[in-house]
């Protein structure tokens, strides 16, 4: 059993910036894959930058070039740095990781509101 716990949502207006951090605990051996996913009220989730434990990252078309991934492997931390925020990244952020097991859990989500 994994546990996800996300963090650093809140409210930005347009233009701002916010950091997302995800912490795993539980009874875990090894991570291969860490990553964030979004998914707004009536619509798919939506990949948003993922990161594997040897750093390779793949970033969404719509965040690409804004948002930055980063992990500490040592500590099971995955973080999302959100740049240029704009109110179409307005939803719920879902923290991911798929474990050496092939195992995928997922967080409670974190709401991220863009509005002035």
């Known amino acids: 059993q994994v546990t996800l716990v996300e963090s650093g949502g809140g409210l930005v207006q347009p233009g701002g910036s916010l950091r997302l951090s995800c912490a795993a605990s539980?009874?875990?051996?090894?991570?291969?894959?860490m990553g964030w996913y979004r998914q707004a009220p009536g619509k798919q989730r939506e990949l948003v930058a993922i990161?594997?434990?040897?750093?390779?990252?793949n970033y969404g078309d719509s965040v690409k070039g804004r948002f930055t991934i980063s992990r500490d492997n040592a500590k099971n931390t995955v973080s999302l740095q959100m740049n240029s925020l704009k109110p179409e990244d307005t939803t719920v952020y879902l923290c991911?990781?798929?474990?050496?097991?092939?195992?995928?859990?997922w967080g409670q989500g974190t709401q991220v509101t863009v509005s002035s």
């Open positions: 991911t990781c798929t474990t050496d097991d092939w195992r995928v859990y």
């Open positions: 539980g009874s875990i051996f090894s991570i291969k894959v």
């Open positions: 990161i594997t434990s040897g750093g390779t990252t």
